[in-house]
């Protein structure tokens, strides 16, 4: 008698499609199965439907970094931007699984760089640089991904490429303009650095001009959290005992200037040396 009442009820979810477990043509778009996608479609398949938890077709071709199964998904009428139950597009999906070119193919068709966040999800470039995909991080934020959105979770997405350790993600950020002192309740990407114990994103993060004596919500400064001795701590009273030289002090106050406009093409068409523009950019 349940099972006769269920299959009376309507499942379907507003015009997006609906609710179904998995499909053939999601198990296709999630191996990569192009031609048997492509005669799915042809026979009628709706490239729309979605599971219980809102995973539609283009969702499992974006997980899977299945570039060509997400066009055929496109070019049929795929929503780009539809969420599931936790709030992921497939911009987020693809960001997170390392495909710049499922995400190249997303933007392309109008998938937003700025997805509202929810308390289940971070933005695509969270998910790129909680994921440490580098080359994810720079397309979304040539299209306008928010540097400074803020996660419940993460943070900013500077925060959260410091929480991974992935210093190419947090150096893709600091050129594209994040602001290398925004706080996390009080806490910044340097606090974040020194608890992880990781020089390397030390040095960068200083260089950038971060707050060495910054206190988080304990009253602490990165160098507390640091173990007395350790390359870290010893990195750490350097630069406390060290103030920055005037030509690193130039280059973080031109940095400041230009706010968010620090992006490599913007600074390339300035009448300076490509040296310089090396500098700036601590490659």
């Known amino acids: 008698m349940e099972k006769e009442i269920a299959s009376g009820r309507p499942n379907f979810f507003g015009e997006i499609g609906c609710w179904e477990e998995r499909t053939a043509v999601h198990e296709a778009a999630s191996q990569g199965q192009t031609l048997q996608l492509q005669q799915l479609i042809q026979n009628g398949a709706s490239v729309n439907t979605m599971t219980v938890d809102s995973i539609t077709p283009l969702h499992e071709a974006c ?70 995909n580098a080359d994810c991080a720079r397309l979304v934020i040539a299209e306008g991904a928010h540097l400074e959105a803020f996660d419940i979770y993460f943070g900013t997405p500077l925060h959260a490429a410091c929480i991974k350790q992935h210093v190419d993600c947090a150096k893709v950020l600091l050129n594209a303009g994040a602001k290398v ?72 106050v031109f940095r400041r200037a230009l706010g968010g406009k620090t992006h490599e093409e913007v600074v390339s068409r300035l009448n300076v040396s490509q040296r310089t523009i090396s500098y700036i950019f601590y490659h």
């Open 181 to 252: 002192n925004a706080a996390r309740f009080h806490e910044t990407a340097l606090h974040i650095a020194a608890k992880e114990e990781n020089k390397d994103l030390i040095e960068m993060l200083v260089e950038f001009g971060g707050d060495m004596y910054a206190r988080d919500n304990f009253g602490r400064k990165p160098i507390d959290y640091t173990k007395p001795g350790s390359p870290p701590a010893l990195c750490l009273e350097f630069y406390e005992c060290n103030p920055l030289s005037l030509q690193q002090l130039s280059r973080v």
């Open 63 to 132: 997980i899977q970094g299945q570039t060509q199964c997400a066009r055929l998904l496109l070019d049929a009428g795929a929503q780009v931007d539809v969420r599931t139950v936790h709030g992921s597009t497939p911009l987020c999906n693809a960001c997170a699984a390392g495909s710049p070119e499922c995400a190249k193919l997303l933007l392309e068709h109008g998938a937003t760089a700025n997805p509202t966040l929810t308390a289940l999800t971070a933005t695509p470039l969270h998910e790129a640089c909680i994921r440490g």
